[in-house]
Every structure is written in C-alpha cells, then in structure tokens.
C-alpha cells in the first residue's frame, strides 16, 4: 500500500480533527496511472507509474478557423506548414509564429505534405486528387495527377524522387523532377496510408485493410515485414538504430482513417468563388483575398466551394490502437497498445516514441530502451485528436483535430499545471476528514490542493467555491462544506528547470449516519394477516412523529399451526435495511387500543419474524410497534432509530357460542337451525356430524361463513326411528372452536 506510516498519521489526525464523528471512515486515494488518468490533465504531465509532474512548456501557436489540421511538414528555414480539412486550405507558420495562408486547392482535403530538395513544398489533395507544387511565394502550379481517388502520404528519398501513397486501389507511385510519374507498386490493398524510408533507403509503407508493413526496394520490389492484427498501420517512423516504429490502429467496427477523416457530403448550396493563393504574412487579409501593400497579386482560380464554412465534428472512434516496434532482423513487438484509443502520428526523439491518440488529443512519450520501458503522457490538447507529429530540434508540435491547431510542446517543463481529479461520489452528504498526500517538492517549487463540494452529480454554480490552498503532505483538515459529492485540485509551480512531483493523493470522509428504513410490518392472525408498508419516521420527528402509508388485507385459508397453548400464533413478520449497511437491532411493543403505554415484547431482537402466544394477552384489540435501530454500528451519540406501527389485530381467546334455535320432526325428516356467534372474530367454518359419524363442512345460510354471527339450518331425510345426536362445530379466525348440538327423536322407536 503506498501511503504506509502517513496512512497511520492521516486515521490519527483525522480522529483529531473529527473526534464526534463516524465509526468507520472511508478514505479516497487516487495514486495509480488508471486513477490519475480518469481526471484532467492542464500544463501537467502522467508518467505510468502513477507519477504527476509538470509538463513541457505547451502552447498553441495557430488556430485557424478549420475543423482538422491533417498534415504538417517544415522546410530548411523552420517554417511549418500545415494541411487541413475540410477546405482544402495550407497554411504557413514562421518560426516567430506569425502565420498565413499560403494555398487553397479545389479539393478538400490535404493529408499529404513534403518540401523537396528543391525547397518548394508538395501537397497532396483528396478525394479525386492531385499533387501540387507550390513555391515559398504562394505560387502553386499541378505536379501530378496520379488518378486516384485519394492521396494519403507523400515522401521524397535520397534521389530527390517523391513516391505518392493513394487509395482506394492501394498503389504507389513514383515521380521524377519533372513531374513524369509511373507506378511503382501495387500492393493489391485499398489504401497505402503512410511512407517513410529505411536506413538502407529502402520504401516503407504501411496499409488498409489488412495492417501490411511493407519494405520495398528502389526497384519495386515489395516485402511483408509485418502485418497488424489492426486493419491499419497509420504512420511510420525510423530512428538512427534503424528500428522501425509503426502506430497500428482500427476503429469500432475495424473503421479506420479513411471512414472517419474524409469530409463529410455536404448539404450546403455551392457557389463559384474566386481564391486568391497568397504568400502574405497577414492571415486576415490573406483570407479575405487581399494583397497586403507591396506585395504582387498572384494568380487566381476558380473553384466550387460550401456558402458556409462549418466546422465538421469528428466521429468518436472508440477503436483500438498499438505501437508496434520492428527491429533491424525483422522481429516484432508490440511496445503500447489500448482498447480505447487509436494512435495517429508518430515522432522519435533519441530513445523515445512520440505518438498521439484520440483520447482527449493526448500526446504521450515512451522510453524505448529494451531494459527500461517507460511512458508518459506528456500533455493534453482537449480536442478530439492530436493527428500528427512533427519534430524541429528540441522542440516537437502536434496538430489536432476538430477544432484545427498547431501546439509547440518545448522541452523544457511549464512553470504551473493544474490536475483537476473526477468528482468522488460518496453516495450519502458526508463530513470531510483531511487531505494528505506523497510527492517530492524540489527547491524552487511549490505543490498546493484545493476542494469544492456540492449536491449535484457535475460541478455548477451550485457547488461551493475552492477551498484551500491545503499544503501539509500529513493531511489538513478540509473546510468544504459537507455534501454528496467532492473534487479537488493539485495546483503545481515552479521557477526553475525541476518540477515538483506528486505521487498520490487521499481524501478521508464519514457518511452522515442515516435511519434505518422499514418498508413493511406485517400480522398474521390465524388466517387473517394485515399488512402495513412506509419508511418509517426519522428519530428527530420523535417516536409519534411518524410517515406512514398503510394498507390492510384481509384473507382466509389455513391456519398457522397451534403454539404450545393450543391456540394458533400471532406472528409478525417485517422487512427492513439501513442505508449506510449498518447492522440493525429491533425492539418490539404491543398496546392495547384501550391502554396508553407500551409494553416491550421482545428487545434486542435480529430476525425479521416473531411469534406472540395469544395465551399471554388478554382478548381485545391490539396495535404492534416495531423499532429499528443502529446502534450496534455507531457510537450512542450517533445511533438512528425508525419506528413503524401495525395495522390493528385481535386477541380472542374465546370459543364460538353456539345455541340450537329452531327444531323441526316431520316423520322421518328432520330440520335443525344453529345459531354461532363469537364476541371477538369472525367465524371461518363450520361442520356436523350425525350420531357421532364422519363430519361434513356446512355452509351458512346466507352463502359464506364470514361473520361474527352466522345461522345454519340443517336437513336431515329418512332417519331411522329413535333418537338421534346432531353435533355443530363452529371455528373463528383465531381458531377457537364452539360445538353445539340437537337431539332429535323419531316417532316409532323402542325404549331401551
């Protein structure tokens, strides 16, 4: 466990700090990359050990009003250029960062970019596209056609010779100075999406569908030197060791680039429009077609373009991504790989991999070095995917997609970064503890934490404001108000080259201590059961402070089986929990509707059921309370009790009455009316039987044996001369039996 000895320190100073408060305090810690990584990295970058540190110094030193920047290159003098999507337009970026719009092509998108060694700059357009030539002035003029629907990469070898990747037939084509091209090879797949060269100058070339990595010599001879088990390798790189790096990835249903950077059909009614292609170093005036003073006017064309110029949302991916590293005899290992993430660029700087993903436009850094593979996330564009990479001396810049920039990531470290953790929901309002945590602050620097709660599952306005700053690695006590919901923030600052470094964080909190809830009580009385259903009341309403919803049923069936005394059993039977999972004790009181206090039955009881002989109370009309409380959990001063009351039941521990009230002789007929009345429950059956035989069930006069009070008349045909014994048996609800009986004597029979 990381926190070890502090650990004791923080549950010490926490019982310091709130001495009334909790049995069990929970402590959130957050120390692990996958922990880091679910909150949000500012100027701050995410080692994979679980380590924040501050980032190399990142800014974004162009944004254009395009949705994605596709592809970069740079040229002798420093300059970069950028291609975009989804207006066809290049873009020039000084090394003071002043920038402009050096060209606009009819297509609409430019994947592909390379300066020759003749220092003008190649740009490849899609879809249906070609390769055009376009001089430091803005002056462009069409290279190359090489009649394919899309140009994914252009590279130039040694030769100066440019190879043209394309798609939707896979090929290759090679053009000399002049513009003269041919095809090179033919890889049988859909797309060759990235190129680069080998350290024997050999072509390399990666492929859709089927993830090939080809090595292809200057006479077109073409070599499988790996295939991915992703259907797209994306971008190629080579370092000084002559390892060659390869980002591999492959969308939700295997979608790769192709599927989801193309510019979508658009809708909006076209026009022709005049674009001027411009070397100004004024971008605004650049884009709106005028020329700044001195400066000549060049040619024009005209192209067919949207009314409008949105910008174009990328879908997610929600795919996979590997880094694959080939080594120089052709083995093979896969070095990074996600199910979650697809990789895009890829850049080597010494031992180092630079690659990105679409996971919020990271760009991350990975050791190399067989013996000591390490990864970083070195910083967080915030937009939907960092597409390419590109190296100048130390310093390396990214562009993203759908909002299009060019971000500068130095190397050295920012002076401040901010990690802002998730929002910890503790399920129930809670107290906070302290905030301790590990880390290293070098001379120079600085590591402070804040918090905000607040009620609401995202951060509002209704949230409280940071509190803060904490800076005790022991743990200071948090002063955000009490809430179901926290977040806090590591604010990291230096004035020199070290950064301080922050291993892992700990929050400690206490659930507020809720009442326990009880959702039903319920009595069965022989066959009669009530039933009653709430939430019972909180203890600060007072025990006749209670919310309850009630219903009562009222069936008949069998009777529960006797208890000791003969008669049978009132039981009670409830259901209930506690919200914080505390363990629950019940207490159970019985009152008579004409009493004013309640008698306890049972306490400290932990079964949901209990069984009451109806031997040991008086006949009459009862009402049942049942306690719940959590005190075996809590300290005194903590513990929450909820009570519920019963629907009303009887205790009738009399028999039935039953009378005879009418008896009729008609020769051998005879007809008996009994009469059954109890004082307290209802009757539930009845049967006779005729000179001490078999008994048969008889129903009441009226249809249903239901009443306290019911009459049954009983027909007897053909009897036998003499005297004859009929026999009533009448039980109520509560399982009391009355028998009455009738003598009958028919004319004709002998005297004993």
């Known amino acids: ?161 440019l190879y043209v990747a394309t798609g939707d037939k896979g090929q290759i084509f090679r053009v000399d100075a002049s513009g003269k091209g041919d095809l090179f090879f033919d890889s049988k797949q859909t797309h060759i999406m990235c190129l680069g060269i080998d350290a024997k100058g050999n072509l390399l070339a990666g492929s859709v569908p089927n993830g090939l990595i080809y090595r292809i010599s200057p006479q077109g001879k073409g070599f499988v030197i790996y295939q991915s088990s992703l259907p797209e390798v994306h971008d190629l790189a080579v370092d000084s060791q002559g390892r060659i790096f390869a980002a591999t990835m492959g969308g939700a249903g295997n979608k790769g680039s192709p599927e989801l950077l193309l510019a979508p059909a658009l809708t909006n009614p076209t026009s022709v429009t005049t674009v001027t292609v411009t070397a100004s170093s004024d971008l605004d005036s650049a884009a709106k077609g005028q020329t700044p003073p001195g400066e000549a006017r060049p040619a024009s064309f005209n192209r067919s373009t949207p009314l409008a110029a949105p910008l174009f949302p990328i879908p997610a991916t929600g795919g996979h991504g590997a880094l694959v590293e080939i080594f120089p005899d052709s083995s093979a290992e896969t070095i990074w790989s996600s199910n979650s993430e697809s990789i895009f660029g890829l850049a080597v700087r010494n031992d180092h991999v630079l690659f990105t993903t679409d996971g919020n436009g990271r760009i991350l850094d990975l050791d190399a070095k067989p013996d000591n593979q390490t990864l970083t996330i070195l910083a967080e564009t915030h937009e939907s995917l960092a597409t390419r990479l590109l190296r100048q001396g130390s310093d390396l810049y990214a562009a993203t997609g759908n909002v299009a920039k060019l971000f500068r990531i130095e190397s050295s470290p920012t002076h401040e970064g901010t990690y802002e953790s998730v929002v910890k929901d503790t399920k129930f309002i809670s107290h906070w503890g302290v905030l301790a945590w590990r880390g290293e602050v070098p001379s120079g620097c600085s590591l402070q934490f804040f918090t905000r709660s607040g009620n609401s599952d995202r951060p509002d306005n209704t949230w409280s404001d940071w509190a803060g700053p904490y800076s005790n690695p022991n743990g200071d006590p948090v002063t955000s108000p009490p809430a179901r919901y926290i977040q806090w923030k590591a604010v990291l600052h230096t004035t020199g080259k070290e950064s301080p470094t922050l291993d892992e964080v700990t929050v400690a909190y206490l659930n507020q201590n809720l009442p326990p809830q009880i959702h039903s009580l319920n009595v069965s009385t022989s066959s009669e059961r009530t039933g009653v259903s709430g939430l019972g009341s909180s203890p600060n309403m007072g025990l006749g402070g209670l919310s309850v919803s009630s219903s009562t049923s009222l069936s008949f069936g069998p009777a529960p089986q006797p208890s000791n005394s003969g008669k049978s059993p009132i039981t009670l039977t409830w259901l209930a929990d506690d919200p914080n999972g505390d363990q629950l004790t019940y207490y159970l009181y019985v009152k008579a509707t004409d009493e004013q206090e309640w008698h306890l039955l049972r306490g400290r009881i932990h079964q949901t059921t209990y069984t009451i002989d109806p031997a040991t109370l008086a006949d009459g009309k009862y009402v049942a309370r049942l306690v719940a409380s959590d005190e075996e959990s809590n300290p005194p001063n903590m513990a929450r009790k909820t009570e519920l009351l019963s629907a009303p039941f009887w205790v009738d521990n009399v028999p039935p009455d039953v009378e005879v009230v009418k008896q009729t002789v008609t020769g051998s007929s005879a007809e008996v009316q009994f009469s059954a009345e109890d004082s307290m429950s209802p009757l539930r059956s009845a049967e006779t039987s005729l000179d001490g035989k078999e008994w048969h069930d008889i129903i009441s006069d009226d249809g249903i044996v239901d009443s306290r009070k019911e009459t049954f008349t009983v027909t007897l045909p053909s009897l036998t001369p003499g005297e004859h014994v009929l026999i009533l048996r009448a039980s109520d609800t509560s399982g009391n039996i009355g028998v009455g009986k009738a003598v009958i004597r028919i004319p004709g029979g002998l005297n004993p």
């Open 1 to 161: 466990m990381k926190l070890g000895r502090r650990l004791r320190i923080l549950i010490v100073m926490f019982a310091v700090v709130l001495p009334a408060l909790g049995v069990e305090t929970t402590f959130w810690q957050v120390g692990s990359f996958d922990e880091f990584l679910q909150g949000t990295l500012t100027g701050i970058s995410l080692s994979k050990e679980g380590d924040l540190t501050l980032a190399p110094e990142a800014q974004t030193v162009f944004s254009p009003e395009e949705a994605l920047a596709l592809s970069l290159a740079r040229d002798s003098h420093g300059d970069i250029f950028v291609g975009t999507g989804h207006q066809g337009k290049v873009f020039k970026v000084t090394p003071d960062q002043k920038s402009s719009l050096l060209f606009t092509a009819k297509e609409p998108d430019i994947f592909a970019l390379a300066v020759g060694p003749d220092g003008n700059l190649y740009v490849g357009t899609s879809p249906e596209g070609k390769v055009y030539k376009v001089t430091a002035d803005g002056k462009s003029s069409a290279f190359y056609e090489p009649k394919a629907k899309y140009i994914w990469a252009l590279q130039f070898d040694s030769e100066g010779k």
